[in-house]
């Protein structure tokens, strides 16, 4: 179960990247 716990932690980090990059046309979405 640990092993389990360590994938899911490298696919939240490689969503940071993709979220940042969401960011830029994020400013349309705000308004």
Known sequence: M???RR???RIRRRRR???SRR???GR???R
């Open 2 to 4: 640990p092993r389990r």
């Open 7 to 9: 994938a899911s932690r």
């Open 17 to 19: 990247p993709r979220v």
């Open 28 to 30: 349309r979405r705000r």
């Open 23 to 25: 960011r830029r046309g």
